[in-house]
C-alpha cells in the first residue's frame, strides 16, 4: 500500500510537470512541426522534455550526449531545429558555441552567469501555469490534436560509423510498437521493475521506456554505465534492455 501511494504520487508529479512545460512551450512560440532538440543524459526529466514538446505539437529531435560539433550542427541544420533542450552545465559547456543556431535555447542546472540568452526550463513552466490560468482547456484541446500520421521524432543514428541518417517516425509507429510490446511482454505494475541503462537517445531504450510507463512499472535509471551491476544487485529489477558491451 505504502510503495503504491509513492508510485502514485510520482506519476502525478510526472504529468503534472509535462503539463506545464508543453503549454509553456506553446508561449514560447513553438508551432506545431516545429523541431526542438533534445541534449541531456537520461532521466525522468528526458521523458519530461521529449513528452512535452511532441504534446505541444513538437518535433523532438534528441541527440546523442557529446556527439561530436560536426555531426551536432549536421542534425540541427538537416533537420531544421528550431529550438533545443540542454541539461547539465557541462552539456551546455560542450555545444554553447551554437546558441546562435536556435530561435530559443532551454536550459535546466546552467549557472545563473551564463543565462543572459537562455531560458531556464523553470521559467518556461512558469510561462505554462499562466495559460493554463488563461485557457484552463489548452491542455486538453493540445494533447487530443495529434493525429496518427503526424510526425513524433527525427532520430539519428549515432554517426559513429559516417553522417548521421535521420528516420522520421509518426505517432502511429510509436503506439503500435507499445501495443506489441503488451502483447509479447506483459508486465505487473505491482510487481515489475526495470532498469534503464541505454542512452535515450537511441530509439530502442526509448520506446522500451515508454513501454514500461505504460504498463505502470516503475523505472530505475542507471547514471553510471560502470555501476550497472552494482545498481542491478541493489534494484533487484525484473526487466531490462541490454547490448553486448554490457552482457
Known sequence: RGNFLIRKEA?????????RLSLGLRK????????VGLMAKPSPYWLIIDLSIIIAGGVSVPLFPFVSRKNFEYQVHDSNMKYLFVVGQELWSTYSEFRHLFHKVITLDVPEEEKSDLVDMRHVMLMGDKVSEEDPALY????????DSDLATIIYTSGSTGQPKGVELTHKNFVAQIKAGHVRLPLDPRTDKALSCLPLAHIFERTLVYFYISSGASIYFVDDIKKVAEIAREIKPTVAAMVPRLI
Open 140 to 147: 486538453i484541446n493540445m494533447s487530443t490534436l495529434a493525429k
Open 11 to 19: 506519476i502525478e508529479i510526472f504529468l503534472e510537470k509535462i503539463r
Open 28 to 35: 514560447l512560440g513553438l508551432k506545431k512541426g516545429d523541431c
